[in-house]
């Protein structure tokens, strides 16, 4: 019995596929009159023997509608098409557009637009994360005072949009936290990351002609009698483009092409670092050379696992989020570690700092301080290989009443990414919190999927024939793939994290971790990419009568072989659909809403 439900399962979805896809108008048919019709002969067949009583609804199974109505489409009204085309599928369209993409090759710019209509969680998800990344780096350094934290989590969370790494050499980072000579080099990644992307007219003028097509919409629903194929499914679906259009501008993104990277190698060149003996500080480019302190990952750098990483465009945020955690975690820590020992008066050079407005003990331009002792200052304890030899592995915290208490302090600190640490000084593979705001995003982003698509499929349930019709089944499975698609490249970039090499007995998982990113990163693209070109053609040719057949007006897929109720766009006003089509819009847009809410609740405030 379980097979040959799943057989004639299977069927109905290939019909639906080649009805879809496959559509030819050779044959026209006019499924209103047909309707009209043969509920006509019903009537009068009825009242000849019951005058009394109305007639019942009229009920066909698909092989009476072939031989009644014909196997062909309906009549294609070109002005129909045109007007919905007008009304609601461009602007729409156009509204997608105005999402920021900004890769370099503009085929990367194709891909991430069909993944961002096929799968709305993905899309959701890398904007929520990102502002989640953003208010959590920002609340941590909240109560440190210490040179340049100020506008670090401001330029820091900035950098989500670009692949980046920590230098393997330990005194590059240190010395542009622990030197004030480095404070230029934190104001231009300052200002980098406040020129985002803003309100411009050509988004004004996208965001006012969709609200107008969706209100339109509505009104249509209670001033025309026969509303026909305008597509009130389609609008709730796609309602989900608004909340992420309006949530990158809020949360913000490149405004052009390269403009991080450009920002980041021009602050590099102006950082400073410690030397070996004490100093003055020279420049990190000409002591070290091609070295950055926080470098851009080049194509070279990455496995295939971690490809995505590499992807400018914001959708592909997803895939960055657990490398990104890790640095924002590394520069906190060694940032709240100097801020705790300049506050104790803890200094690392024979002359007393000076004491800054807030009371924190700080280094000043006149202090030279050596590489070991920035690495100490601010909680890196030990000295890896690629250090001097002539630098003494010692602690050179003076001795002081306080001196026991910093120790317990500013225990050794494991540095994300540095390619030298010895077996006990594994990095932390999750930084704090992470997985916490992962399972947020990823619920909030599928509760915008779902509850958008969710009100379309509450619409085309409704429609006739009522059930699992065509429309309603061609939703669901787009909803599916785009999920599926979801799920698919989250677990891809969790994979391709875990895979990263390692010391240890996890190492030999991380071959097969690799492996296991790479296949579910190509599926879950194949997935959304199919979702999103499927959701746009069945947008595209839903105005031309696809669905207007006997196939798609008598059988539904959770009542295959029984007769349904024939009701043609002529009838369908007089069973009361009206409220479902203004409940999905209502349940769509309110949801959207309250996406956007959450942005714009949860991303920190910009100084």
Known sequence: MVSQLLASFRVDILILFLLVTCPTFAHAVNMDA????????????????????????????????????????????WSVFSQSLITWFIPWVAL???????????????????????????????LQITQLNARWLSQIFSDINYLHSAGIPTAISALQH??????????LLPSLIALPQNREYWRILLRSAKKIRRWSIPIVVNFVWVVLSALLTIIDTFSTPVPGEIGYGIVTTLAYLLPITIG???????????????????????????????DEPVSAERLIGPKRAIEIVKGVDVDLASKDELKTNPIYNYARVLVWSQIAETIYRLTR???????????????????????????TEGQNWAAHEVICYCGVEYIPSEMS?????????????????????????????????????????WAAGVRWRMVLAASLALGLQWGTTGAGLLIFYQMHPVGLGCRTTALMIYGILGTLSFFLMLASSVLAHLSRPRSGLQHRYSRLQEVGAILSRWLGKTLGMIAGLGILLISLVQPLGIFDNCWCSTMTFDRPAQAVAFMTGNFVSQWGVFRYWVGGLTMAFAIASLFGLSIYLGAPRRG
């Open 248 to 278: 990158w501008l809020h949360v913000g993104s490149e405004p052009e092409t390269n403009h991080l990277r450009d920002s980041l190698e021009d602050a590099s060149c102006v950082a400073l670092v410690a030397a070996d003996k004490g």
């Open 337 to 363: 570690n100097a801020s705790v020992k300049a506050e104790m008066g803890l200094y690392v050079d024979p002359y007393p700092p000076t004491v800054n407005g807030m009371g924190a003990n700080v280094a």
């Open 34 to 77: 047909c309707g009209d019709r043969l509920r006509e002969a019903q009537a009068a067949a009825w009242n000849a023997t019951n005058p009394s009583v109305p007639p019942p609804p009229l009920k066909l199974t698909y092989q009476q509608c072939l031989v009644e109505c014909g196997g062909g489409f309906g009549n294609i009204s």
């Open 162 to 171: 670009i692949p980046i790494r920590l230098s393997h050499n330990p005194a």
């Open 96 to 126: 997608s557009f105005q999402i920021p993409f900004g890769a370099e090759d503009p085929l990367d710019d194709v891909f991430a637009f069909f993944l961002t209509v096929g799968s709305p969680a993905l899309a959701a998800y890398s």
């Open 389 to 429: 030899p002539r630098v003494p592995h010692t602690n050179v915290l003076p001795s002081s009443p306080g001196s026991s208490k910093s120790q317990n302090m500013s225990a050794v600190l494991p540095l994300p990414l540095y390619d030298n640490h010895t077996e006990n000084q594994e990095p932390p593979l």
